[in-house]
């Protein structure tokens, strides 16, 4: 029976029971956790390292207040990362192919850049909605198309990092098909077609940690408007 190419992206599960808790939670038992010894071994120093040049990178153009969420904009980057490189994987399942998933990451973290903006700086938060030097008769229609602007975020946030990620695998799928259907009527064809694939392998892991780091980067430009 010939498997639909969408089929990549439904939530796996055994025993009627989704396994989408199991991809979502296999990250963090992943991580190397840092010993209590002074020295550390390669792997946690390139972690740390790591972890430590994004952290400050993220938090330069925050102010004091953005910094508490320091903690939280690096773990999610560890997280979006681990999760779109195990996709890569074979038979494994990429969790944030989901837009569910994606939309239940970005509506929270978006929402609450919104509330601590509204609650520390109404008159600058409610200010982004109307441009300084706006003609009286354009107001109304400024107002209402920085607020549609203003709920679509959220939505760019989620679809962005959907869009990537299953166009990159369906795209990998259709390649990897053509080399096998290729292969035995045309091998030279099928060997350069696998070419393609390969390189087109080293730009989709390019793409899963380009997409991490820009959901994150993003967030924190909604937080610098809000602090």
């Not at 439904?10 to 979502?24: D, E, Y």
């Not at 520390?120 to 441009?131: K, R």
């Not at 091998?187 to 390969?198: D, M, S």
Request: no cysteine.
């Amino acid at each position: 029976m010939m498997m639909s190419f969408f089929d990549q992206f439904a939530s796996p599960s055994f025993l009627g029971i989704p396994l989408i808790a199991v991809a979502i939670a296999l990250p963090w038992v992943l991580f190397p956790t840092p010993p209590s010894r002074w020295v550390n071994n390669r792997l946690i120093t390139v972690q740390t390292w790591f972890i430590n040049r994004f952290t400050n990178q993220l938090m330069m153009p925050l102010n004091v207040g953005g910094h508490k969420w320091a903690l939280l904009l690096a773990s999610l980057m560890m997280f979006l990362i681990t999760i779109n490189m195990l996709g890569l994987l074979p038979y494994t399942f990429t969790p944030t192919t989901q837009l569910s998933l994606n939309m239940g990451l970005a509506v929270p973290l978006w929402l609450a850049t919104v509330i601590i903006g509204m609650r520390n700086q109404p008159t600058v938060a409610l200010g982004h909605l109307l441009p300084e030097g706006t003609p009286l008769p354009l107001i109304p229609v400024l107002i209402i198309i920085e607020t549609i602007s203003l709920f679509i975020r959220p939505l760019a946030l989620g679809v962005r990092l959907t869009a990537n990620l299953t166009a990159g695998h369906l795209l990998i799928q259709l390649i990897a098909t053509a080399v096998f259907v290729l292969l035995p009527m045309m091998p030279t064809v099928a060997i350069l077609t696998a070419a393609v694939l390969f390189l087109l392998t080293l730009l989709e892991v390019a793409v899963a940690m380009i997409q991490a780091y820009v959901f994150v980067l993003l967030l924190s430009l909604y937080l610098q408007e809000n602090v």
